[in-house]
């Protein structure tokens, strides 16, 4: 009964819970090969590692050939970085059953965080997994990940897209295919990088990496804007600066042209952003203190600017107490910020 009952804690993705029950089975059944080797699956799933080796080898122990307990001990290896026993249990797995997928995936999946010529080989590796499962989502995922890795990018994004069709809720591909639009600079990519962290996001609300890139974005937004706003600036002092000699001939043209730079900017994030997104876009940046404080700044040398061009009658005082500090904040808060955001990182 314990047994039946941890294989349906497993299934439920209790797995403390399971290896509980595991634990009062296996005091009565020592030599159970099997239940063995759900415990280490359940203890896998945990993030129990030595608990996992140890269950693992214990089924091996009491079961050499027994293939699912390789696959989990050549996983939880690769983990913890362990890369030539895990590569070790996962070809005896191969050996042992050619015919299974699931084998062969385990061995790109190690071989993945290897060197060039290691990756290489996990690339051809799990392109064969794939004429053995073309169904299999995880199949096409190990194409992408491996593609991505040699650089091969449109060969990736058409496995990360299969991938996707196969199993619409698959965040890691919907990931790394948002990475790959954002860094590589299609048209339309980074609107569809947006949609890909938030679609991440929103499917997981515990991902981290999704909601991270989400906040570089922003932030990477803003940041650019600090360029704007000295641009902006700039108009405005050679606005002021020729209004004294020409008066309202210099204001007529100044002033447009200043709201002109804003406008285009604003124009450009609102084609940018996709609507749906503004919003929680929004609200993520306002509560990413790297991205407020960027905004803070850029916002200071904008309203400097406007003050300038608006108001040409400002004493010099003002501007020597507020020109000067303003551009400097700017590119104090920009490495600032920067810093601070490569923090945050999960």
């Not at 608990?51 to 122990?61: P, S």
């Not at 983990?79 to 997928?101: C, D, K, M, N």
């Not at 194409?143 to 809720?169: C, F, H, I, N």
């Not at 938030?198 to 999704?210: I, K, N």
Request: charged share 20%.
């Amino acid at each position: 009964m314990s047994l039946e009952r941890a294989e349906g804690l497993y299934d439920l993705g209790r797995y403390e819970q399971a290896a509980a029950a595991l634990g009062t089975h296996l005091a009565s059944h020592p030599d159970d090969a099997d239940a063995w080797t759900l415990l280490a699956r359940s203890l896998r799933g945990a993030k129990n590692t030595q608990g996992c080796l140890h269950a693992a080898d214990q089924a091996l122990r009491l079961d050499p050939g027994n293939v699912t307990a390789l696959v989990v001990r050549a996983e939880q290896l690769a983990g913890i970085g362990h890369y030539p026993a895990a590569e070790w249990s996962a070809r005896e797995a191969v050996r042992l059953a050619p015919h299974r997928w699931g084998t062969h995936a385990t061995v790109a999946e190690v071989l993945a965080n290897g060197d060039a010529w290691q990756v290489t080989e996990a690339y051809e590796v799990a392109r064969y997994t794939v004429s053995l499962a073309p169904e299999e989502p995880y199949a096409h995922f190990l194409v992408g990940l491996t593609a991505q890795r040699l650089k091969r990018t449109d060969v990736a994004v058409e496995a990360y897209r299969t991938v996707l069709r196969l199993d619409p809720e698959h965040t890691a591909a919907r990931h790394n295919l948002a990475l790959l639009d954002l860094h590589h600079r299609r048209r339309g990519g980074w609107t569809r990088a947006a949609e890909g962290f938030a679609d991440v996001s929103a499917l997981d609300p515990e991902d981290q990496d999704g909601r991270y890139n989400l906040e570089v974005m922003a932030w990477n937004t803003v940041a650019l804007a600090r360029w704007v706003a000295i641009l902006a600036f700039g108009v405005a002092v050679i606005t002021k600066a020729v209004a004294e000699d020409s008066g309202p001939v210099a204001l007529a043209v100044g002033l447009p042209l200043f709201a002109a730079v804003w406008l285009l900017w604003g124009w450009w994030v609102r084609r940018l952003v996709p609507q749906r997104l503004r919003g929680p876009l929004l609200r993520l940046a306002v509560r990413c203190p790297p991205v407020r404080w960027m905004a803070g700044a850029v916002g200071l040398l904008a309203a400097v600017g406007t003050a300038v061009v608006v108001l040409p009658g400002l004493p010099a005082a003002f501007l020597g107490a507020t020109v000067l500090p303003s551009v400097w904040a700017v590119f104090l808060t920009y490495w600032i910020s920067r810093a601070a955001l490569k923090r945050r990182r999960p």
